[in-house]
């Protein structure tokens, strides 16, 4: 199973899920990132994302997660014809395109980083975090039943 996110200067332009059938997942570290470019996604995926369970990657394109499933095989030349397209192409355009695509998302995406800061700053002194880097320092699962 192959997940390739061509990117193209922060732009998801083409998503590819690589192997009908296959399993994609989100590890810890991604979820969050994921999850927060991904605001508006279907409750379905919203669940995937933030329990990191595994879900089909048919699953993935009918949520709008990714632009098309194809086979492993055929993944890598896929996402490397879509970015010729777009070397292809004139930066300029490229560039314009992307601001007007943009424009109307900064004040929302700046509003959201800033209560994402106080969030993540207000978890920080929360028990359960306490709890997870003992447990990392420990190494040890964390036990977040007495939090």
Do not use: C, H, Y
Not at 18 to 33: N, T
Not at 77 to 94: E, F, I
Not at 110 to 131: H, K, Y
């Amino acid at each position: 199973m192959l997940l390739v996110f061509l990117l193209w200067a922060g732009l998801k332009a083409w998503r590819v899920a690589g192997a009908a059938r296959s399993l994609l997942a989100v590890e810890d570290e991604a979820r969050a990132l994921a999850a927060s470019g991904l605001a508006n996604v279907d409750a379905n995926a919203a669940e995937a994302l933030l329990l990191g369970e595994p879900f089909l990657a048919e699953a993935a394109m009918e949520v709008g997660l990714v632009n098309r499933v194809v086979p492993p095989t055929e993944a890598n030349a896929v996402a490397q014809a879509q970015a010729r397209k777009l070397a292809a192409k004139p930066l300029s355009s490229l560039i314009e395109t992307k601001r007007l695509m943009k424009k109307g998302q900064s004040a929302q995406v700046l509003a959201q980083i800033g209560e994402e800061a106080v969030s993540f700053g207000r978890m920080l002194r929360e028990p359960a975090a306490r709890e997870a880097f003992t447990a990392f320092m420990e190494k040890r699962r964390p036990d977040f039943s007495g939090v």
